[in-house]
Every structure is written in structure tokens, then in C-alpha cells.
């Protein structure tokens, strides 16, 4: 999985900032994957994009969460005013195409203090 | 509602011996599942995935078990290695689904 790039590895952000989580896809991937991970649970699904298109978002707040996957550079988590709640490992995936196995990245580790 | 139930939080075995590691799911729309393993502070790292179409398969000591009409599916290791020692994460893909709903994982500890 070493081949998704996500940055930073950990991030500490004040209630009320904004925190920005950056996933580059292995090379040749086009499909996106954001996931979280709580403490004790499993990965629950955020949103899958293509470039420049949502595919599902079904899994993502309807607030203050926002993602982009643009035709140049990563793939964008935002969340706006963090709270302690929005603390939790939030990894990316990409694959070649929708139907098969997805790798992940390493994830972000987002601190809400 | 959990879609995906990975029962056991933890399964200890000793090393050489069999790891054996279920997986439930309620989605009758299924049709992929996968297995990933995850060591702490690491993102999951893919292990062994099976189409709908199969009931078996096989890669190296990684063998994984589907039982369509039972909605189960296990990961077999063998022999275990301490290595082994990681969570284990089931996750299942719906037809014309992109994403992967995922179990919550089983930790696997393979003493020496």
C-alpha cells in the first residue's frame, strides 16, 4: 500500500479550524476511496470520487465535510470547524477501476483538541 | 445495521497451527468481499478477495471460504506465523457499488 501517498501523517487542529487531508492515488488509479476509522471500529466509508466527479457521497456528513478529487493533483478531505468528535484515522483508497480491490494509504491520525 | 459482522473482536493461536477468522453479511447484493490485515498505525494492507461466482480461494498460506446460501465467509491461515499477529479486516462490494462496506475486525495474536 505504499504506493497511495496521504499527507500529513498527523494532524492537530483546534475546535473550529478547518483540516485539509491530501491522498495521491497509486499511479494509473482514477477511483478514490475516504474512509474513517473511530477508535475500536472498523472503517466506515466517507465518499468515492473519479476525477472531478463525486461518485458516492452517501457516507459522508452533510456538514462542514466536503472532498474533491480535481484532474491535476490529490484528492481533498475538508472538514471546517472541526470538533473533538471529528477525531479519528482517515485513510484513502484508490483502484484501477470501481470493480476490484482497493490499497490504501497510511492514513491521517486528526487530533480535535 | 451492520452488514458486515466480524464476531469475534479476537482469536489467539499458536504458531503452526491454523488461523481461522469468520465473516458475516446480510446484503444478498453482495457479489465481492475481500480481506484486508492491519497493523497499528498502518494503513489495511489487501490480502485475499473472492468473486460471488467462486466458493474458494487460494493464494500461499491464504485461503478464503464463501458460503453463498449461509451469507459466511472465513480466511483460513496456515501454518500461522507470529508475523500473522494483526487485525483482520472482511469487507463485501455490492454489483455497480464502487465502495467497500467493512467489519468492524478480528485481532489476531499468533504466540510463538
Known amino acids: 500500500n505504499a504506493g497511495v501517498m496521504q499527507n500529513p501523517r498527523h494532524l492537530v487542529r483546534r475546535r473550529g479550524q478547518e483540516a485539509r487531508l491530501r491522498c495521491s492515488p497509486m499511479?494509473?488509479?482514477?477511483?478514490v476511496y475516504w474512509y474513517r476509522q473511530l477508535p475500536e471500529e472498523g472503517l466506515k466509508f466517507m465518499v468515492y470520487?473519479?476525477?472531478?466527479?463525486?461518485?458516492?457521497e452517501s457516507g459522508m456528513p452533510k456538514e462542514r465535510f466536503s472532498a474533491e478529487f480535481p484532474k491535476e493533483g490529490p484528492s481533498i478531505l475538508r472538514i471546517q470547524q472541526v470538533v473533538r468528535g471529528d477525531s479519528a484515522a482517515y485513510f484513502c483508497?484508490?483502484?484501477?477501476?470501481?470493480?476490484?480491490?482497493?490499497?490504501f494509504g497510511q492514513g491521517t491520525r486528526l487530533t480535535v483538541v | 445495521d451492520q452488514q458486515v459482522k466480524q464476531n469475534s473482536p479476537s482469536l489467539s493461536v499458536q504458531e503452526g497451527r491454523i488461523s481461522i477468522l469468520n465473516c458475516d453479511y446480510t446484503?444478498?447484493?453482495?457479489?465481492?468481499f475481500l480481506w484486508y490485515k492491519k497493523y497499528p498505525a498502518e494503513g489495511p494492507t489487501f490480502l485475499i478477495s473472492?468473486?460471488?461466482?467462486?466458493d474458494k480461494n487460494e493464494d500461499g498460506r491464504f485461503t478464503v471460504f464463501l458460503n453463498k446460501s449461509a451469507k459466511h465467509l472465513s480466511l483460513h491461515i496456515v501454518p500461522s506465523q507470529p508475523g500473522d499477529s494483526a487485525v483482520y479486516f472482511c469487507?463485501?462490494?455490492?454489483?455497480?457499488?464502487?465502495?467497500?462496506?467493512f467489519g468492524k475486525g478480528t485481532k489476531l495474536s499468533v504466540k510463538p
Open positions: 469487507a463485501a462490494r455490492g454489483r455497480s457499488q464502487g465502495n467497500l462496506i
Open positions: 499511479k494509473g488509479h482514477s477511483h
Open positions: 446484503n444478498s447484493m453482495f457479489d465481492y
Open positions: 470520487l473519479q476525477k472531478e466527479n463525486i461518485i458516492d
Open positions: 483508497a484508490s483502484s484501477p477501476r470501481g470493480d476490484t480491490e482497493a490499497f
Open positions: 473472492i468473486s460471488s461466482i467462486k
